[in-house]
């Protein structure tokens, strides 16, 4: 049967009319703030309303406090420094604060007309040393709603020592409670149990599908152009979907609306440059960053005649503009273009490119209205004539996925409620696998034929302060998946073993446009904040996710010849529902900006559904009958996070310790019983140590520490002789019944800031690290193989990426 695609999908963004706004006015002196009362106007429900930036470089910053000392209630900014507070008339008293910037207080006459206050703030005086999860307000982790959250702050993230002395976001999250990988040089991360897939990972709200270069050793994102980076673990707001782990919401710098700002630094295998200034006469600015690796260029001396020319580098492009039109209207355009390259005659290319515009709108003082179009392409390219040695021999497959979307995003604030509410639709386009091949001049191409879907969901949340100690979050999300023609539909057989390859019975063919599956999913959403006193808390939520785009792969970690397939007609969404409880916990002096110390502990259940297996020997690449050697389970993770951290003084840092455990179960492996994912870690000890000697004004010196059970991985269990060799094989069908040696490491990074000269505006400093301090040969596999002398013996056999330290040295610079 054919369907169509429903009309309310193609009008999804033709709703809630906007409302008239009323422009805010009100006289501005130094401390105070009023407005004339009219006659006739009824005062009561007056707003006050405006953009906190940074007086430095006009950035917008993202989650500023602004406190009503007279009710104790307040806002905090969004992702673009947009605040709104209602208020009775009245006079009031303001605090805006900011980790790392001076206060500012303002008092507030509200008579009978709402208020307009777009605020600068400096940066203190002394430099506070704030650690990487950095709470944006005073005792945030507290009087914030959200739970099992974690942002990064990027000029603190810089201290880390890092691989080859390269800041970089994806290793310095895996340093977080819950979040872990398995082992050097994989790429993604894991979250709560949830595959490296899982995690909805967005580059100013685009999704970046293979976030690493050169296999996970460093990520995309360069450091110089981030603003802002959140994890989100649990308790994720209605907004919000597509995923079932985790959400990672990284967001680019605007450019330096007040000057000129160029920034760089020279290492060891890449180079940086970014160049920022102001537009439009500080109307708008501009970013634009650069990175380029060059390994191959010095190695090549050295390589001998058969690696001769052979390719591996890296490079991306990441470039931001913004335009104030007015005072309601602001609009952004900011895009990724990045690459790598690995090989010699036989090799690999594969990439991402991003690309969003983005209107900000002020309907009124009440109604902001942020939407949001992307595009973001991720393809790969495998081809065994890198060289053009023989262009008449050869053989390459391509394969990408491509997205399209719009997203209107509503912020309504009434009092002591913000609703949100908004949609979003979205086109992918899979294109699982074309080849060519070349043979003696004559070509041949054949490959899968693409995959669409379409995407839609339509959500509403609202964030209630209920009593002065009472908080709520709830909302819910509608989203719907339709899996499209043109293409073909199979029909498998169900009537075989468990475990076992499905042959198909049927083959239906779909026209363009037609509907061959249709998939709905109600998500609802909740959290809770109790405040027991003024420095401890309980905080609770419960979320629902569905997820209908799915990684292909069969490895232990992502590979740029991964491929992405659409919920079909034999291939259901994966859905999470998670339940997570905390307690947090504030303590010691504190600083102006918050306590001395943070403490917070959290467990969390998560339940997972049709999770995606394989059968033994399953044929992932160019397999026209690909979902015959899928099959599903379920799935549970559960564990508790413990974190301690110091905000201030000379030494300064954090530990984390993450309890954990993660498993499936499959109708056909491990005998059908629950085994442990190969992601599974028991347990994750982290820490993270900053000094700032205050007798070396120049010096300041870091070091992390990771401590982690090792994952699991099938062993045999027997061996059996053929031909005089020994065949180790498993006989009883158990799934990872063992575990690698644990994995520890010692980070260590030496910062000298350059001196600073009166009238100069350049800034540098010298990074100086070592990476795996004591040489430890982590493991990231195990495997077996005959000994080479006697085919009779087998043995285990050990793989490490990194099995010594690693020095480096990095220069940075800022003009």
Known sequence: MKHTIPLWLCGLFIFLLPLQASKAQGSLSTNTIGSTPQKGVRAAGLTISGYIKDAVNGEGLIGVSVYVKETGTGAVTNSYGFYAVTLPAGNYNLVISYVGYAKQARTIDLVDKNIRLDLELSQEGKELQEVVVSSKREDDNVKNIEMSVNRIDVKTLQRIPALLGEVDVIRSIQLLPGVSTVGEGATGFNVRGGSIDQNLVLLDEAPVYNSSHLFGF???????????????????????????????????????????????????????????????????????????????????????????????????????????????????????????????????????????????????????????????????????????????????????????????????????????FGGQAIIHDFQPGTATAASAGSVRSFGLVNKRALEAALYVGNEQQLTPKLQLQYGLRYSMFQYVGAGEAYTFATDVPAGTRRPVLSTQT???????????????????????????????????????????????????????????????????????????????????????????????????????????????????YLEGDLISGKGRAYGAEFFVKRNTGVVNGWISYTLAKTERQVSGINNDNWYPTRYDKRHT???????????????????????????????????????????????????????????????????????????????????????????????????????????????????????????????????
Do not use: C
């Open 218 to 420: 460093f990520s995309v994102f360069n450091p110089d152009a981030v603003k802002d980076v959140k994890l989100i673990k649990g308790g994720i707001p209605a907004n919000y979907g597509g995923r079932i782990a985790s959400i990672l919401d990284v967001r680019l710098k605007e450019g330096n609306a007040k000057k000129p700002e160029l920034n760089g630094g020279i290492g060891l295998i890449f180079s940086r440059l970014s160049y920022e200034r102001p537009l439009f006469k500080g109307k708008g600015s501009f970013i634009v960053a650069a990175r380029r690796s060059y390994a191959d260029i010095l190695a090549q001396p050295f390589l001998n005649k058969d690696l001769k020319g052979a390719k591996f580098y890296f490079y991306d492009l990441t470039a931001k503009a913004n335009y104030h039109i007015n005072d309601k209207n602001t609009v952004f355009i900011s895009g990724y273009l990045g690459r790598d390259v690995f090989g010699s005659d036989f090799g690999f290319n594969w990439g991402n490119t991003t690309l969003s515009t983005r209107w900000n709108h002020v309907f009124s003082d009440r109604l902001f209205l942020n939407t949001t179009a992307y595009y973001s392409n991720y393809d790969y390219s495998l081809n065994t004539d890198l060289k053009q040695k023989t262009p008449n021999d050869y053989f390459r497959t391509d394969s990408r996925i491509v997205d399209y979307s719009l997203k209107p995003d509503f912020s309504l604030f009434l009092g002591k409620n913000t609703i949100t």
């Open 510 to 624: 779909y026209n363009t446009g037609d509907v061959i599956q249709t998939y709905g999913n109600w998500e609802p959403r909740f959290a809770a904040k109790y405040e027991l006193n003024s420095n401890s808390s309980f905080k609770m939520s419960y979320n629902r996710l569905a997820q209908y785009i799915h990684l292909i792969s069969n490895t232990t970690a992502s590979t740029p010849l991964d491929i992405w397939t659409p919920s079909t007609n034999n291939i259901k969404p994966q859905i999470g529902d998670q339940v997570a409880g905390g307690f947090f916990k504030n303590f010691g002096r504190s600083n102006g900006a918050g306590s001395e110390f943070e403490a917070s502990v959290e467990v969390y259940y998560k339940w997972l559904q049709n999770q995606i297996d394989y059968i033994d020997g399953a044929s992932l690449i160019l397999n026209k």
């Open 685 to 815: 000890l982290t820490s993270v140590l900053l000094i700032d000697p205050s007798n070396a004004k120049r010096w300041n010196f870091s070091a992390t520490f990771t401590l982690a059970s090792g994952t699991p991985g099938t062993f045999p269990t027997n061996r059996f002789e053929y031909a005089g060799y020994v065949v180790p094989q498993n006989t009883d069908n158990s799934r990872n019944n063992y575990r690698i040696p644990a994995y520890h490491r010692l980070d260590l990074a030496a910062t000298l800031q350059g001196r600073k000269r009166p009238g100069k505006r350049k800034e540098d400093n010298w990074v100086f690290s070592v990476y795996n301090v004591y040489a430890r040969k982590n493991p990231f596999s195990v495997y077996f193989q005959a000994n080479a002398d006697n085919p009779r013996v087998t043995e285990a056999i050990r793989y490490s990426v990194f099995a010594t330290l690693i020095p480096s040295v990095t220069y940075n610079f800022k003009f």
